[in-house]
């Protein structure tokens, strides 16, 4: 199972199918331990629309956690809180989607099953202003995205 992306929007429900999902670790200069997911989607929606029907978007998401330490052997199943998208100590995003432009995902809850051989099973969902109207004048919309997520260099973190 790849994934799904879903947008539920003040006027219905946007659903693109995950084309490629990859997570990636670093270890900061502070020892602690940055791990990110990152999902591009199919252009071809699965649900859609009237508003963005027609535009043939492929909109991606990016979601960044902290750790102390990250053994995969002994990951497990863990689930993350991340109230603001922004952080404002780092002054970047840790919780982003893109559609017609980067935006900050706030009250994200997220979910990480370590499955094995580099594949975490990621659940995600956040609330962000609606795609079309960035006046922030219509009801927030619900992000949630749900997949397999590939950590290529797993080998070294076991």
Known sequence: MMGTMTLKRFNGTEKFKLLESRAYV???????????????????AIMSVEDTANFAMNPNAEVTIYLDKLVLNEFGTRSFELSQGYNEENKDLDARLYYFEHQ???????????????????????????????????????LEIEGDFFLEEYTSWE
Request: aromatic share 14%; charged share 30%.
């Open 104 to 142: 900050d995902v706030d009250e994200n809850l997220i979910n990480l099953e370590y499955r094995g051989n580099g594949v975490f099973f990621l659940q995600w969902s956040g609330t962000t202003i609606d795609i079309s109207y960035y006046d922030d004048s219509k009801p927030k919309t619900i």
């Open 26 to 44: 670093v270890r900061r200069a502070d020892e602690t331990i940055m791990m990110w997911f990152e999902t591009e989607t199919d252009s071809q």
